[in-house]
Every structure is written in structure tokens, then in C-alpha cells.
């Protein structure tokens, strides 16, 4: 293999993506090549992309100019090449990945569990970005491909639930998901779903009115363009996965002194976010507060609680994924693509919201023969 094959997005419309091939490096001592076995695209990718000047998702595979940016994608990879003592070539790896064939990269702090990547250009993100876990051989290929899909998004979901019951969901008696065909906001609905002090509303709009109604994880459901047959007078909790400046204006006209608390969590309209140093003094109601997992994750470490943590959470995603995949009643079906040429048109699909809610894209990049 002689060249390096990657997709880059272009920085002023996240819609518009390229297939570029650039040298291969030559791999350095205390470095290591990965192939890229296979990668999921979701809206999540979407919300890195639009933050990626913001939060530093930019930095993490510079692209061929600046112009463009590599969007991350969470996937599998094998070593190929090893000149770290510590780490054989085979070994497999779960994490952070550009859309691309290969990467190199520099291990540090590594155990029999994983590495982090101290390659200098990584450095200003949160470490759980550039932290690969190591991997036994997979049972099956889906079971990979489940995987790849929901760890960062069921982690978010499971991290914000957490953020809202902790605080009493700021004693709001209902709350209001945008985006609510969006696996990140079906799994915070799926998080609270046990909790009867609140009433979870999914908002959507006409197109997957039909796809939120089946999940059952939502007691009621509004389109876009029926804001008014929410209650509007009992105290409410928006949870932003849109981040539509326009709906945002509607909600908080519409909802006024009801609305408690604004929990920005994504932006699967590839919008850019509000910015927090410049708040919106036209904006009724409280000020959008970004939600951002690796904070609370961090916040469960410095108390001491990030073991305990984690140990519930591979159980309930364990739940969450078997629920996801359940062949009887499926909310959610797998589309493999081989390598990476229809990544472009996916990334155009996720930017313009008319990507299927029921289907999950892996992109398939580096196939290693796991059984299906």
C-alpha cells in the first residue's frame, strides 16, 4: 500500500467532502501503523465536525490544508507496523480514527487495556479522545459494527442523563428532545425512561414522526411544526440535539418563563453552536449551556467515582445495544459500505438531515476476516 487514503471535509460547508491521497510517512521509533478495519458515520460525527475550530476536533488529523478538516470516526484498527517494544503487530484497537485507510501513531501510558496517542498534534482535547483501548479478536463483525456506532453515542446520552437526574432535571415536570430521531437523543430518552417524574417529549419533524412513534422510549411526540400542542405552562427542560437557531428562538419564545434549563448536547444540523463568551440578550430565557461528556466523565474521576461508573455503565450499554438490535422489533438496521468512496455522499446525507434514522453507515475500510 503506497499512499494514505483519507476524506476530508471542507471547513465552510460541512456538507462537501473530497477523497485526497496523501505519502505514506515513514513510521518512526516509538511509533506504530494502524490499518483502519471499519468506522461508523453518524449525525455525532456531524457535531465534531461543527465543533471542530471550537473544541479542537480539527487538530486531531491534520488535514492536507487548512481549508479542509478530517472529520473523527470511532472504529477498529490492527498494528501493521510496531516500533514500540510494548505493542506487537496484530494488536487491535478500539477508538478515535480520521475517515481514512491508515494512521500513525505515538503510544504512551500504555497497559495490557491501552495507549494514548502523544502524537504533538493531539495535545488541547480531552484525553478520552486520544485514549485506544486494545481488543481481543471480535465475535462477529456486527457485533463490531454495534460498537463503533453507539460507544460515543450511548456515552454521551448516559453521561447528560446522568448531568440532568443529578441536578433534578432543574426541576422541570417535562422535557423536550429536539432531534428526537437521533440515536444520541433516543438514548437519553432510553436513559430516563424508568423515571416517571418527568414526561420525555421527542420533537421531530414530519419525515421521522413515524420512526420516534415506534421506539416507545418517548411518552409523547410533537413535529417541528406543532411547538403548540406542548404544555407550554409547567416547568420545562429543553434538550438541544439541533442546535437550529431558529427552533431554539421558537422554543424559548414559546415556552417563556416555563423554560428551566437549556442542555445543548449536539448539533446534528452541522449548525454552528451559540457562542457562550457572546450570549444571545435577544433570546428569552435561560442561555443554551453546552453539554459536554468528557466533563462529566472527568468530574466522576476527581470524585473518585469513575471505576464504580464505568462498571454500570458496559452493563447498561450492554442493555441499551441488545435493545437497539433486537431482530424481533430493531431500531436500527446496519448498512455496510466497502472502503470509503461512498463516505462523501453519507456525510452530505447526515449534513442535510435526509439520512435514514433506522440505518447505521459502517464503513468497512480494512475487512480482517472477523466471522459474521
Request: aromatic fraction near 10%; glycine fraction near 6%.
Amino acid at each position: 500500500m503506497s499512499d494514505v487514503v483519507r476524506v476530508e471535509s471542507l471547513k465552510s460547508d460541512l456538507g462537501v467532502a473530497r477523497i485526497v491521497s496523501l505519502p505514506r510517512p515513514e513510521l518512526e521509533k516509538g511509533w506504530v501503523r494502524v490499518e483502519i478495519e471499519r468506522v461508523a458515520l453518524t449525525t455525532n460525527n456531524m457535531s465534531y465536525a461543527v465543533f471542530g475550530d471550537a473544541l479542537g476536533y480539527w487538530n486531531l488529523f491534520p488535514a492536507a490544508d487548512t481549508d479542509h478538516g478530517c472529520m473523527p470516526a470511532w472504529g477498529f484498527a490492527h498494528v501493521t507496523e510496531s516500533r514500540v517494544d510494548q505493542i506487537v503487530e496484530g494488536t487491535r484497537v478500539f477508538g478515535y480514527f480520521p475517515l481514512s485507510n491508515e494512521l500513525v501513531m505515538r503510544p504512551t501510558a500504555i497497559t495490557t487495556r491501552s495507549f494514548v496517542d502523544a502524537a504533538a498534534h493531539r495535545t488541547g482535547t480531552p484525553k478520552v479522545y486520544n485514549v485506544y483501548e486494545i481488543k481481543a479478536e471480535a465475535a462477529s463483525a456486527r457485533s463490531d459494527s454495534f460498537v463503533s456506532i453507539f460507544r460515543p453515542l450511548f456515552i454521551t446520552s448516559y453521561t447528560a442523563a446522568d448531568f440532568l437526574r443529578e441536578r433534578n432535571y432543574f426541576g422541570a415536570s417535562q422535557i423536550v428532545i429536539s432531534s428526537a430521531s437521533s440515536k444520541t437523543a433516543y438514548g437519553i430518552a432510553h436513559c430516563i425512561a424508568g423515571d416517571a417524574s418527568v414526561v420525555k417529549i421527542g420533537l421531530t419533524s414530519a419525515r421521522n414522526g413515524d420512526f420516534v412513534r415506534q421506539l416507545g422510549c418517548y411518552e409523547r411526540i410533537a413535529e417541528y411544526g406543532d411547538l403548540a400542542s406542548v404544555d407550554r405552562d409547567v416547568p420545562t427542560l429543553y434538550v438541544d440535539l439541533a442546535a437550529d437557531p431558529e427552533l431554539r428562538r421558537r422554543v424559548h419564545e414559546y415556552f417563556g418563563d416555563s423554560l428551566v434549563y437549556d442542555c445543548l448536547v449536539g448539533s446534528t444540523q452541522g449548525v454552528q453552536l451559540p457562542d457562550p463568551a457572546a450570549p444571545d440578550e435577544n433570546l428569552p430565557g435561560p442561555q443554551p449551556e453546552f453539554f459536554f461528556a468528557a466533563t462529566q466523565l472527568d468530574a466522576y474521576k476527581a470524585a473518585g467515582q469513575a471505576r464504580a461508573f464505568m462498571a454500570q455503565y458496559e452493563r447498561d450499554e450492554l442493555s441499551f445495544t441488545e435493545r437497539v438490535a433486537d431482530i424481533r422489533n430493531p431500531w436500527m438496521r446496519l448498512e455496510e459500505h466497502r472502503g470509503l468512496v461512498d463516505a462523501p455522499s453519507v456525510i452530505a446525507q447526515l449534513h442535510d438531515g435526509t439520512v435514514d434514522p433506522a440505518v447505521g453507515h459502517i464503513f468497512e475500510i480494512q475487512p480482517t476476516g472477523a466471522g459474521e
